[in-house]
């Protein structure tokens, strides 16, 4: 077993000594259990410690992991710049990792370092370590904005570029849990803080990998988790294990969770392929809805399907319904995959000669060209769910009264710049939010007179 043991270890500066200043005392528990991690890895002896941190560089579409021979970092910035570190990196582990990503199609890799310093997700965990033991190299790679179940399948990738090279490594997932737990916090609250912290404690304390999945992407926003996508990554690393896991800390004393908990791999179990189940899973569901959707969402799947296998544009077919080919709108085409938002491309008013070739035009663009993902590829086909929303003509109002986030999408301008978001989006539950959100998608500073306006849209899913 490559990987001979995991941990889930928070990664807050305050438990350092040396930035605390007697501040370290108020997590106490927390201390405590990272001093146990440290005495285990100690007695592991590991060739190699792969940390993944939230807090390392980090790209939408794109798994950075730290090239070079090493790096250097200090708490510098908390006021501590004599804590510092300096670690070898484990060059043959590294490059494994890369040529096997890159020969997969996989998208990890060492391009695109922007900061070779060593961030604190990974000094945090490096001090507790470094306490006890100091015979290794590390891995250090950053997250993405990527599904959960590209995370999980780039720690299968890491577990087997360990094997391969016969590597005796420790995984550290470097995370807090929810920065929102107290309204005198740093972040202030929300409920989904708390439930949050519940939900992870649960199913980390249970090595219950599957359900990291159904942890879904507005949820973890709204309780401003940190080291969930860290977590998964560790999880793929022992696919197909049966692991001991246990908890030995939680603590909330700052309005930010802190977890440790930790994984012990025993042996190969079959039933936990959790992300094989996920897919499959994933497929079915996606093939249901295909099957049971209207002539809208049927005709913007078979434009991507056309422009993604064949490259071609699909023809308007014959026996499209009237409605597409005789009334024109603006359309807007959402692609998910995997619960995650894939693509989204729109238009406010109409600028095609009817609904049909909107939805065409816009479906293509949403799979291959919207600049915020990579285009779609073949293989994505069977997991996508696509819906399209017809909208009414925009009317301009005088004041954000006449907005409901529920019934009506939001256009929001000032001078040339325009941001747009639509209604009854999940975790956008006031105009205020609404607005916000248009706002900053514009690029418009806060505090800019903004001219609103309002509309409606006919949802097919």
């Known amino acids: 077993m490559p990987i001979t043991a ?33 005495r285990e890895i100690s007695a592991l002896a590991p060739d190699t410690v792969v940390i993944t941190s939230p807090h390392s560089v980090m790209y939408a579409d794109w798994f950075h992991i730290s090239p070079g021979s090493g790096a250097s970092g200090s708490f510098a910035d908390l006021g501590a710049p004599k804590t510092r570190f300096t670690v070898n990196y484990d060059t043959e582990l590294v490059e494994t990792l890369r040529s096997m990503a890159e020969k997969t199609g996989f ?43 590209k995370h999980y399948e780039l720690g299968q990738l890491i577990s087997a570029a360990a094997d391969r090279l016969g ?52 949820f973890c926003e709204r309780a401003a988790e940190c080291g969930h996508r860290s977590f998964v990554i560790m999880a793929g690393a022992m696919d197909g294990m049966r692991v001991r896991a246990e908890r030995y800390s939680h603590e909330d004393v700052t309005g930010v969770g802190y977890g440790i908990c930790s994984f012990i791999p025993e042996g190969p179990d079959e039933s936990r392929r959790f992300l094989e189940r996920r897919l499959l899973e994933a497929e079915r569901k996606a093939a249901e809805k295909a099957a049971s959707a209207d002539a809208y969402v049927s005709l913007a799947r078979k434009a991507v399907e056309e422009y993604v296998l064949r490259a ?35 238009t406010l008013s109409p600028v095609r000669s009817c609904i049909g070739e909107e939805i065409i035009s816009n479906a293509i663009s949403a799979a291959s060209a919207d600049p915020r993902f990579r285009p779609i590829t073949p293989e994505e086909l069977k997991w996508l769910e ?24 939001v256009i929001v301008c000032s001078g040339s710049k325009r941001g747009v978001l639509l209604p009854d989006l999940e975790g956008v539950d006031t105009v205020e939010q609404q607005i916000d959100i248009a706002r900053r998608k514009a690029g418009i500073a806060p505090g800019k007179k903004l001219t609103l306006y309002r509309f409606t849209v006919s949802r097919h899913t």
Request: proline share 6%.
């Open 386 to 409: 696509i819906s399209v929303d017809i909208l009414s003509e925009p009317e301009e109002i005088d004041s954000a009264d006449r907005l409901d986030v529920k019934k009506y999408g």
């Open 167 to 218: 590597r005796r490594t420790v995984f550290i997932a470097s995370g807090d849990l929810s920065h929102k737990l107290r309204a005198d916090g740093p972040y202030g609250y929300s409920p989904e803080g708390e439930e949050y912290e519940r939900r992870i404690m649960d199913v980390c304390s249970r090595a219950a990998f599957g359900e990291l999945f159904d942890f879904d992407e507005d």
């Open 107 to 149: 998208p990890a890799g060492t391009a695109g370092e922007r900061d070779k310093k060593l961030d604190h997700g990974t000094m945090v965990p490096l001090h507790f370590i470094r306490k006890y033991y100091d015979g290794f190299r590390i891995v250090r790679i950053g997250l993405s904005a990527l599904p959960l179940t």
């Open 312 to 346: 071609k544009k699909l023809q308007l077919p014959r026996d499209t319904e009237s409605q597409m080919t005789r009334a024109r709108a603006g359309v807007f085409v959402s692609i998910h995959e995997h619960g995650s938002l894939r693509g989204c491309i729109g």
């Open 6 to 38: 995991a941990y889930m270890v928070p990664h807050p500066p305050l438990i350092i000594p040396e930035v605390g200043k007697g501040g370290e005392k108020h997590v106490d528990a927390t201390v405590k259990a990272y001093d146990r991690v440290g």
